[in-house]
């Protein structure tokens, strides 16, 4: 074990008057869906949105009893960004945050919020961290890594002692992963005072670098990140917090888009909570079986909560469409008065709302009287959506779901 409890026990203590006790609060309705009994630990009401907070303030912290902190820079796809410049301000520290371009306007915004300078820099967090190092050894400034650094591990790992203080008989915690702090620092923390409960890491499919590393027992990289789990898209884990992983972890998952965007639905509709696509991955874990929880206590820890608003329309539709609640299908129709209304008719008898129509008159393997016509429609669920595509079909309609 290379971080020592005793560090995340002092981390506690540095962060008593800083930080949130955020809520843990079991879920009937989750509980109910998956034979567990599904416990929330809500980081997304935590103090600038995120568990960030934690590690940022405890390293700034640190480095101020030392004397050691005059300015700050980071690099962040937005989370850490605001722990830092939260932190910073906190001590009067000028603090510098560099994000790559595509971070949501909300995360840039409130980091500037909080006093912070902004960069925008690369497509990804790996492109914003190369430009950090370049102002560091420009300006002489005190890099913060947004995870692999003991003392931010240290303070993420608070997390841990606050579930085991409230529910001690927690058999496992399910942790997103990106660059590996969050998982490590808690793992580290658990293992320390209760080898016996276990902890998984949950990453993106489209970003599975830690997962792949754990399999492999190594420190491994992804070529690629592609995920709308933007606060866990990395494609190099840290290599402290990866060593704390294979050695501490029990396991590690990934799900699809998918798959988190109904997580995110589902918080938003039964437990009235808005999550961002990395903090929703461990129920999404949860709820599509990626591991055996039949009858445990289970911890989801929802790691954050800064959801870019002009986003949340898709990750809902995706969310829909993924449940079973949005049916997307086409059909060839003749291309004359009545034929969209009689289509219509049926759908609306079978109780299928229509959300969207679109025409396609071009397609080469159409015959001149022909249209193609693309629908999108709501409904209760798979089933209900079966029986209206076996309707439509019943009808002499030829139905591509798409």
């Not at 371009?101 to 840039?108: C, F, G, M, N, R």
């Not at 591991?291 to 206590?297: E, M, P, Q």
């Given at each position: 074990m290379i971080l020592d409890l005793k560090e995340i026990e002092l981390a506690a203590k540095r962060l008593e008057k800083t930080v949130h006790k955020t809520k843990l609060e079991k879920s009937v309705t989750f509980s109910e869906m998956t034979g567990g009994e599904i416990y929330l630990k809500y980081e997304n009401q935590q103090k600038t949105g995120s568990f960030k907070i934690r590690g940022a303030a405890n390293k700034i912290a640190a480095l101020v009893e030392r004397g050691e902190a005059s300015s700050v820079v980071a690099s962040s796809a937005g989370n850490h960004a605001q722990g830092v410049a939260y932190a910073a301000h906190v001590h009067n520290i000028p603090a510098t945050i560099v994000m790559p371009?595509?971070?949501?306007?909300?995360?840039?915004s409130a980091t500037e919020g909080y006093g912070a300078k902004v960069v925008l820099s690369g497509d990804c967090y790996d492109d914003a961290y190369a430009k950090a190092m370049e102002i560091c050894e420009k300006e002489g400034a005190v890099f913060l890594h947004p995870f692999d650094d003991y003392e931010v591990m240290a303070g993420q790992g608070t997390i841990g002692i606050e579930i085991l203080q409230e529910l001690p008989t927690v058999d496992m915690i399910i942790v997103p992963a990106g660059g590996g702090g969050l998982l490590a620092g808690v793992a580290s923390c658990i293992k320390q005072i209760n080898p016996r409960v276990k902890v998984v890491g949950v990453q993106a499919e489209g970003a599975?670098?830690?997962?792949?590393?754990?399999?492999?027992?190594?420190?491994l990289s992804s070529e690629s990140v592609n995920t709308i789990a933007d606060g866990i898209a990395v494609k190099t884990p840290g290599e402290l917090t990866q060593a704390i992983i294979n050695d501490c972890v029990d396991d590690v998952v990934t799900v699809s888009d998918a798959e988190i965007s109904a997580a995110i639905l589902y918080l938003l509709e039964r437990v009235k909570q808005v999550v961002e696509p990395a903090g929703a991955t461990p129920l999404a874990a949860?709820?599509?079986?990626?591991?055996?929880?039949?009858?445990?206590?289970?911890?989801?820890?929802?790691s954050g909560g800064n959801i870019d608003v002009s986003f949340i329309h898709r990750i809902i539709e995706l969310g829909l469409v993924n449940r079973g609640r949005r049916l997307k299908f086409s059909s060839t129709l003749l291309d004359t008065p009545g034929s969209l209304e009689k289509l219509s008719r049926i759908l609306g008898e079978n109780n299928a709302n229509i959300v969207m129509v679109q025409y396609d008159r071009f397609s080469a393997d159409l015959n001149p009287n022909e249209v193609i016509i693309h629908i999108a429609c709501e409904v209760g669920g798979r089933e209900h959506g079966q029986r209206v595509i076996n309707k439509l079909e019943k009808c002499g309609y030829h139905i591509v779901i798409e």
């Open positions: 371009k595509s971070a949501p306007i909300a995360k840039v599975p670098a830690i997962a792949q590393s754990f399999a492999a027992k190594s420190h949860v709820l599509n079986n990626r591991l055996d929880i039949k009858g445990k206590k289970v911890v989801c820890v929802m």
